[in-house]
């Protein structure tokens, strides 16, 4: 096989997927095990993990492991790591995927709690911190990997506050939050950083940033959001299934330090 024909086979790899029971994370290991891989689906939620992995298993043989853990925790991380390294082997992919929202989430800036900026960052930027220490740093010594990190596009650019006026999700008022705007530009800044510092080691350091993807916005959202995006609609959830699977395999052997934004064409405006 010519090495540099993209090949987008996972048959040899280990995916450790943080937020694997979520939105995104559910669809991204099927993603995956139907190319082959095996895959550690993490989640804080075991129960939901359990199911989701069950779900794929059924459907495409045991390719699936689920785990419960909380990867805003440096002990809970190593000893998912050791389970997932005696139980599976070790990892060759990483997708930081996981994120939080809090009680107060939705806050408005100017009361928005210290305690729940504190724990959003927690999960969402010293997590993936932590995951990349922990499970990449493995990856460092065994001279192979690659990582994907999940960001936003508001992490990139600024939400445009006019879509939220009337919207809701899941009957709720919602907006995006400066702490999760904070939380995913820190993510890409760690990522570049990675990416020069590992590049001699044979692991790779991506992000990917999701534009909207619907699930369960009302009307008033989806209709102002998508009068924002070139290509006029929000994003479905599997639509983010290629550039996860690309920049896994070796389709992506050259490219670090790499941001692939899928947002329908929403920051070209």
Known sequence: ??????????????????????????????????????????????????????????????????YGADISRYDSLTGLHARIESEIGAATILINNAAAKSENFFAPFESFPLGDWQQVLRVNTTGVMLGCQVIGGSMARRGKGSIINLLSIYGIVAPDQRIYEGSLYEGRAINTPAVYSASKAAVWGLTRYLATYWADKGVRVNAITPGGVFSGQNETFVRRYSERVPMGRMADRDELCG???????????????QNLVVDGGLTVW
């Open 243 to 257: 550039a996860v699977v690309f920049l896994s395999s070796s389709a992506s052997s050259y490219m670090t330090g």
């Open 1 to 66: 096989m010519n090495p540099h024909v993209p090949d987008h086979d996972l048959s040899r790899d280990i995916a450790v997927l943080t937020g694997g029971a979520g939105i995104l994370g559910a669809r991204f290991a099927r993603a995956l095990a139907e190319r082959g891989a095996r895959v550690a689906l993490v989640d804080v939620d075991a129960i939901k993990a359990a199911s989701v992995a069950d779900e794929i298993n059924h459907a495409l043989g045991a390719r699936v492991t689920a």
